[in-house]
Protein backbone atom coordinates (compact mmCIF):
# COMPACT_ATOMS: atom_id res chain seq x y z
CA UNK A 1 0.00 0.00 0.00
CA UNK A 2 1.69 3.09 -0.96
CA UNK A 3 -0.88 5.43 1.13
CA UNK A 4 -2.06 7.25 -1.78
CA UNK A 5 -5.65 6.66 -1.86
CA UNK A 6 -7.56 6.84 -5.33
CA UNK A 7 -11.85 6.88 -5.80
CA UNK A 8 -13.33 5.48 -7.17
CA UNK A 9 -11.85 2.58 -8.54
CA UNK A 10 -13.88 1.92 -11.32
CA UNK A 11 -16.42 4.41 -13.43
CA UNK A 12 -18.05 3.45 -16.55
CA UNK A 13 -19.82 6.25 -18.01
CA UNK A 14 -21.41 7.55 -21.58
CA UNK A 15 -19.94 9.85 -24.05
CA UNK A 16 -20.28 13.41 -23.38
CA UNK A 17 -20.57 13.10 -19.65
CA UNK A 18 -18.55 14.64 -16.82
CA UNK A 19 -16.82 12.80 -14.02
CA UNK A 20 -14.71 13.61 -11.46
CA UNK A 21 -11.47 11.16 -9.79
CA UNK A 22 -10.57 12.02 -6.50
CA UNK A 23 -7.08 11.62 -5.06
CA UNK A 24 -5.72 11.83 -1.46
CA UNK A 25 -1.85 12.16 -1.21
CA UNK A 26 0.06 10.42 1.15
CA UNK A 27 0.28 11.74 4.71
CA UNK A 28 2.89 14.75 4.60
CA UNK A 29 3.44 15.14 0.84
CA UNK A 30 2.85 18.27 -0.74
CA UNK A 31 2.57 17.43 -4.74
CA UNK A 32 0.16 15.96 -6.41
CA UNK A 33 0.54 14.70 -9.72
CA UNK A 34 -2.43 12.80 -12.36
CA UNK A 35 -1.33 10.47 -15.16
CA UNK A 36 -3.57 9.02 -17.62
CA UNK A 37 -1.93 5.58 -18.95
CA UNK A 38 -3.66 3.98 -22.32
CA UNK A 39 -2.72 0.80 -24.15
CA UNK A 40 -1.57 3.36 -27.24
CA UNK A 41 -0.07 6.52 -25.56
CA UNK A 42 1.68 4.45 -22.54
CA UNK A 43 1.72 6.74 -19.68
CA UNK A 44 0.99 10.42 -20.02
CA UNK A 45 1.49 13.16 -17.95
CA UNK A 46 -1.31 15.50 -17.04
CA UNK A 47 -0.57 17.90 -14.28
CA UNK A 48 1.13 18.49 -11.12
CA UNK A 49 0.20 20.86 -8.03
CA UNK A 50 2.06 21.59 -5.46
CA UNK A 51 0.89 22.55 -2.19
CA UNK A 52 -2.36 24.14 -3.90
CA UNK A 53 -1.08 25.51 -6.74
CA UNK A 54 -0.41 24.43 -10.34
CA UNK A 55 3.24 23.50 -10.95
CA UNK A 56 3.46 21.74 -14.21
CA UNK A 57 0.91 21.52 -17.18
CA UNK A 58 1.56 18.24 -19.39
CA UNK A 59 -0.79 16.65 -22.54
CA UNK A 60 -4.09 17.62 -20.01
CA UNK A 61 -7.01 18.26 -23.00
CA UNK A 62 -8.89 21.74 -22.40
CA UNK A 63 -11.88 19.02 -21.48
CA UNK A 64 -9.80 18.65 -18.10
CA UNK A 65 -8.83 20.15 -15.20
CA UNK A 66 -7.85 19.70 -11.61
CA UNK A 67 -7.77 21.41 -8.75
CA UNK A 68 -5.54 21.00 -5.07
CA UNK A 69 -7.71 21.76 -2.15
CA UNK A 70 -6.22 22.83 1.22
CA UNK A 71 -6.39 19.26 2.97
CA UNK A 72 -4.10 18.43 0.14
CA UNK A 73 -6.74 15.77 -1.87
CA UNK A 74 -7.19 16.87 -5.55
CA UNK A 75 -9.79 16.09 -7.89
CA UNK A 76 -9.52 15.42 -11.58
CA UNK A 77 -12.83 16.48 -13.45
CA UNK A 78 -13.08 15.42 -16.92
CA UNK A 79 -15.88 16.69 -19.33
CA UNK A 80 -17.54 15.89 -22.43
CA UNK A 81 -16.30 12.50 -22.63
CA UNK A 82 -15.31 11.01 -25.60
CA UNK A 83 -14.92 7.35 -25.94
CA UNK A 84 -11.26 7.85 -26.47
CA UNK A 85 -10.56 8.88 -22.65
CA UNK A 86 -11.11 5.51 -21.39
CA UNK A 87 -7.68 4.84 -19.44
CA UNK A 88 -6.75 4.11 -16.27
CA UNK A 89 -6.22 7.52 -14.60
CA UNK A 90 -3.42 7.59 -11.92
CA UNK A 91 -2.48 9.92 -9.07
CA UNK A 92 0.89 10.07 -7.45
CA UNK A 93 2.48 11.88 -4.55
CA UNK A 94 5.73 13.27 -3.73
CA UNK A 95 7.14 15.46 -0.37
CA UNK A 96 8.17 18.62 -2.40
CA UNK A 97 7.53 19.98 -6.04
CA UNK A 98 10.51 19.24 -8.77
CA UNK A 99 13.77 21.81 -8.92
CA UNK A 100 17.02 21.76 -8.25
CA UNK A 101 18.36 19.65 -5.87
CA UNK A 102 14.92 18.02 -5.35
CA UNK A 103 15.10 14.38 -4.58
CA UNK A 104 11.92 13.18 -5.73
CA UNK A 105 10.03 9.69 -5.60
CA UNK A 106 6.62 8.88 -6.87
CA UNK A 107 4.01 7.10 -4.58
CA UNK A 108 1.34 5.53 -7.15
CA UNK A 109 -2.51 5.56 -6.46
CA UNK A 110 -4.11 2.02 -7.47
CA UNK A 111 -5.64 4.37 -10.49
CA UNK A 112 -9.64 4.50 -11.34
CA UNK A 113 -10.16 3.05 -14.56
CA UNK A 114 -12.41 5.15 -16.88
CA UNK A 115 -14.62 3.61 -19.04
CA UNK A 116 -16.45 5.90 -22.12
CA UNK A 117 -19.25 4.30 -23.59
CA UNK B 1 11.00 17.99 -25.77
CA UNK B 2 12.24 14.85 -23.39
CA UNK B 3 11.79 11.93 -25.02
CA UNK B 4 12.22 8.54 -23.34
CA UNK B 5 12.89 5.19 -25.32
CA UNK B 6 12.85 1.64 -24.19
CA UNK B 7 14.16 -1.29 -25.30
CA UNK B 8 13.22 -3.78 -26.13
CA UNK B 9 9.45 -3.01 -25.85
CA UNK B 10 8.51 -7.00 -25.39
CA UNK B 11 10.91 -9.68 -23.80
CA UNK B 12 10.30 -13.13 -23.17
CA UNK B 13 12.29 -14.89 -21.23
CA UNK B 14 13.15 -18.43 -19.50
CA UNK B 15 13.95 -18.96 -16.32
CA UNK B 16 17.42 -18.50 -14.90
CA UNK B 17 18.52 -16.57 -17.55
CA UNK B 18 20.31 -13.15 -17.83
CA UNK B 19 18.63 -10.14 -19.92
CA UNK B 20 19.06 -6.33 -19.80
CA UNK B 21 16.32 -3.62 -20.41
CA UNK B 22 18.03 -0.04 -21.74
CA UNK B 23 16.50 3.19 -21.24
CA UNK B 24 17.75 6.35 -23.29
CA UNK B 25 16.74 9.89 -22.72
CA UNK B 26 17.20 12.98 -25.15
CA UNK B 27 18.08 15.68 -22.53
CA UNK B 28 20.33 15.95 -19.61
CA UNK B 29 19.04 14.90 -16.40
CA UNK B 30 20.94 13.27 -13.08
CA UNK B 31 18.30 11.83 -12.51
CA UNK B 32 16.27 8.26 -13.16
CA UNK B 33 13.50 6.11 -12.17
CA UNK B 34 12.84 2.55 -12.56
CA UNK B 35 9.16 1.41 -11.95
CA UNK B 36 7.86 -2.07 -11.94
CA UNK B 37 3.90 -2.71 -12.83
CA UNK B 38 1.87 -5.70 -12.32
CA UNK B 39 -1.00 -6.28 -14.34
CA UNK B 40 -4.28 -4.37 -13.71
CA UNK B 41 -1.97 -2.97 -10.57
CA UNK B 42 -0.41 0.43 -9.80
CA UNK B 43 3.23 1.50 -10.34
CA UNK B 44 5.90 0.67 -7.79
CA UNK B 45 9.31 2.03 -7.47
CA UNK B 46 12.00 0.49 -7.66
CA UNK B 47 15.42 2.09 -8.05
CA UNK B 48 16.48 5.90 -7.79
CA UNK B 49 19.59 6.63 -9.26
CA UNK B 50 20.98 9.96 -8.75
CA UNK B 51 24.34 10.34 -10.45
CA UNK B 52 26.65 9.64 -13.11
CA UNK B 53 27.84 6.43 -12.72
CA UNK B 54 25.45 5.09 -9.90
CA UNK B 55 23.97 1.39 -9.46
CA UNK B 56 21.82 -0.10 -7.20
CA UNK B 57 20.96 -3.48 -6.62
CA UNK B 58 18.03 -4.99 -5.08
CA UNK B 59 17.32 -9.19 -5.11
CA UNK B 60 17.80 -10.31 -8.94
CA UNK B 61 17.39 -6.64 -10.49
CA UNK B 62 20.69 -4.16 -10.85
CA UNK B 63 19.79 -0.44 -12.24
CA UNK B 64 22.33 1.38 -13.69
CA UNK B 65 22.58 5.20 -14.64
CA UNK B 66 25.62 6.80 -17.46
CA UNK B 67 24.39 10.00 -17.73
CA UNK B 68 26.54 11.26 -20.57
CA UNK B 69 25.62 8.61 -22.51
CA UNK B 70 21.92 9.26 -21.52
CA UNK B 71 21.75 5.80 -20.94
CA UNK B 72 20.24 3.98 -17.72
CA UNK B 73 20.05 -0.25 -18.27
CA UNK B 74 18.00 -2.54 -16.12
CA UNK B 75 19.71 -6.12 -15.66
CA UNK B 76 17.78 -9.39 -14.91
CA UNK B 77 20.01 -12.03 -13.21
CA UNK B 78 18.57 -15.37 -13.19
CA UNK B 79 15.29 -14.66 -13.52
CA UNK B 80 12.45 -16.26 -11.84
CA UNK B 81 8.61 -16.12 -12.89
CA UNK B 82 7.85 -13.64 -9.67
CA UNK B 83 9.62 -10.92 -12.13
CA UNK B 84 6.94 -10.75 -14.54
CA UNK B 85 5.73 -7.40 -14.80
CA UNK B 86 6.21 -4.40 -17.23
CA UNK B 87 8.78 -1.96 -16.16
CA UNK B 88 8.85 1.55 -17.00
CA UNK B 89 12.24 4.04 -16.74
CA UNK B 90 11.50 7.54 -16.01
CA UNK B 91 13.80 10.84 -15.67
CA UNK B 92 12.87 13.86 -14.17
CA UNK B 93 13.92 16.96 -15.85
CA UNK B 94 13.16 20.22 -14.41
CA UNK B 95 10.10 21.47 -15.68
CA UNK B 96 9.40 19.22 -17.60
CA UNK B 97 8.10 16.78 -14.85
CA UNK B 98 8.64 12.75 -14.68
CA UNK B 99 8.46 11.74 -18.16
CA UNK B 100 7.87 8.03 -18.54
CA UNK B 101 9.15 5.39 -21.12
CA UNK B 102 6.72 3.29 -22.96
CA UNK B 103 7.32 0.63 -20.80
CA UNK B 104 8.50 -2.92 -21.48
CA UNK B 105 6.77 -5.58 -20.75
CA UNK B 106 8.78 -8.85 -19.53
CA UNK B 107 7.61 -12.53 -19.44
CA UNK B 108 9.46 -14.83 -17.58
CA UNK B 109 8.62 -18.71 -18.86
CA UNK B 110 9.04 -21.36 -16.69
Known amino acids: DSGVTQTPKHLITATGQRVTLRCSPRSGDLSVYWYQQSLDQGLQFLIQ???????AKGNILERFSAQQFPDLHSELNLSSLELGDSALYFCASSVAGTGPGTVEKLFFGSGTQLSVL | ELKVEQNPLFLSMQEGKNYTIYCNYSTTSDRLYWYRQDPGKSLESLFV?????AVKQEGRLMASLDTKARLSTLHITAAVHDLSATYFCAVDSYGQNFVFGPGTRLSVLP
Open chain 2, 49 to 53: LLSNG
Open chain 1, 49 to 55: YYNGEER
